[in-house]
């Protein structure tokens, strides 16, 4: 896993009776993550701000997935979330930091109104998820899952989605080495590029098409191979299980 916390692991762990909380569970890579941890046995609580697709997701995926309405970007919302949860639960084995927003668009007119929500998103939201669940994964011991993108080794047009998810990479290094003596582990899952996602869906078309003409130049992006959310979800899944043998 290219910028992952590196992990050293005796075992992996099944994930039945375990419960998870994913973030941007509505669509894309949450989505199909959700359905994943569910079908493995896990509870799951589905964190989204769409509360319609949150309910069709917890429809299609049965009792052991709790919907749950969340804007990461504000204070109350994360902490009426983590009070959520834990009712839903009790304890929180795993937090998964998937939500995300990202615009396709050249830098020198990139809007700044886009910079903000960016890195309020990836970057902010993300912090303020984890530093809130902390209560409850110190309990037992516990993993936080950053979901990180290859797109922060430098892909033009998205220098401040490349920006956040850089960040996002060096503080879970960072936060994991302040944390691992309380038994709580951090890491960052950079996933490639991803099919179904939505990404850039609100990116003006000629940006996209200048895009994906440099990214092909440079090898890079959506001119390598495409996978699915459901393979991506899938690697987000072996990180925790093999994860959460070091826990």
Not at 78 to 90: D, E, F, H, N, T
Not at 123 to 136: K, Y
Not at 169 to 175: P, T, V
Not at 228 to 243: G, P
Request: hydrophobic share 50%.
């Amino acid at each position: 896993m290219s910028g992952a916390v590196a992990f050293v692991s005796r075992c992996r762990v099944e994930l039945a009776g375990r419960s998870v909380v994913v973030t941007g569970a509505s669509a894309g890579i949450g989505r199909a993550l959700t359905l994943r941890l569910a079908g493995r046995g896990a509870r799951v609580v589905a964190a989204a701000r769409s509360s319609a697709a949150l309910d069709a997701l917890a429809r299609e995926a049965g009792p052991a997935v709790h919907a749950v309405p969340v804007d990461v970007t504000r204070d109350d919302s994360v902490a009426a979330l983590g009070a959520s949860a834990r009712r839903a639960c009790g304890k929180i084995d795993v937090v998964v930091n998937n939500a995300g927003v990202g615009w396709v668009e050249p830098f020198a007119s990139s809007s700044v109104a886009h910079w903000e929500e960016t890195l309020a998103t990836n970057l902010l939201g993300a912090l303020r998820v984890t530093r809130a669940f902390l209560p409850l994964l110190r309990e037992g011991g516990g993993l936080v899952v950053n979901v990180g993108s290859a797109a922060a080794s430098g892909w033009p047009y998205v220098a401040l989605y490349a920006a956040s998810k850089a960040a996002l990479r060096a503080a879970s290094l960072a936060i994991d080495r302040e944390l691992r003596a309380s038994g709580v582990r951090v890491l960052c899952v950079d996933i490639g590029p991803t099919t179904g996602t939505g990404f850039g869906s609100r990116s003006d078309a000629a940006h996209v098409a200048e895009a994906v003409q440099a990214w092909t130049a440079l090898d890079v992006g959506p001119a390598r191979e495409l996978a699915t959310a459901e393979i991506s979800a899938q690697r987000i899944v072996d990180a925790i299980e093999t994860a959460l043998g070091d826990v």
